[in-house]
Every structure is written in C-alpha cells, then in structure tokens.
Nanobody
Framework: QVQLVESGGGLVQAGGSLRLSCAASGRTFSRYTMGWFRQAPGKERECVVAISWTGARTYYLDSVKGRFTMSRDNAKNTVYLQMNSLTPEDTAVYYC????????????????WGQGTQVTVSS
C-alpha cells in the first residue's frame, strides 16, 4: 500500500514557477514508476510527466517539454515537479500517482493516487 500526499500548488502569474512535491508512504516506494497528472475544468485527466523507479526513463507531455522537470528522491520517498514558464493553459488540479509498471502515461496503469493540488496561473 502506498499513500501519496501532494503539496506546493497555488496561484502564480504567467511566466512564473512552482514546485510541486509528492510525499509517499510505504517501504517499496523506490520500486514504483511515479507520474504527475493534471485535470483542467471540463477536460480529461492527462499525464504530464512520468519517471521510472531508477529515474533513468521519463515521459513528458509535448506541451511541457523544456518547461517542466520531474525528479525523485527515493531516500526521502518524494517526487518533485518543477514547473517553469507557466501559462494559463497549465491551470489544473495536479495529481501524483504510483504504478508498478514501466513508465506509462495511461491512467489505468496507476495503482495509487494522491488527493490533488490546485495550480492556477493568471494571465
């Protein structure tokens, strides 16, 4: 069992930055692929970025490449999402998720989810 708790969301102006954190419980955290998803009002939830348990493999949504960076610290059971050059289109609830599968962007392949943290980017 893994429990995930996100933090770091908030309101930021366009062009600004935010850093999201996701703290995980469970001694097997290091074996999980971790992902960040987001859901904007009226839109489907989408995978923004995912990282393998070693950190060697990653997936990035095209629209965030070069702006967002995901990292993990297995010693601290934490993953991070550094978001730079934010735009209003990045406004959404951001969710952290854990999967025992290889790096994937498919929601149904994630076994555990956090409660989400709101990110709002003003223009």
């Amino acid at each position: 069992q893994v429990q995930l708790v996100e933090s770091g969301g908030g309101l930021v102006q366009a062009g600004g930055s935010l850093r999201l954190s996701c703290a995980a419980s469970g001694r097997t955290f290091s074996r999980y692929t971790m992902g960040w998803f987001r859901q904007a009002p009226g839109k489907e939830r989408e995978c923004v970025v995912a990282i393998s348990w070693t950190g060697a493999r990653t997936y990035y949504l095209d629209s965030v490449k070069g702006r967002f960076t995901m990292s993990r610290d297995n010693a601290k059971n934490t993953v991070y999402l550094q978001m730079n050059s934010l735009t209003p289109e990045d406004t959404a609830v951001y969710y952290c998720a854990a999967s025992l599968r290889v790096v994937t962007r498919e929601q149904y392949e994630y076994d555990y989810w956090g409660q989400g943290t709101q990110v709002t980017v003003s223009s």
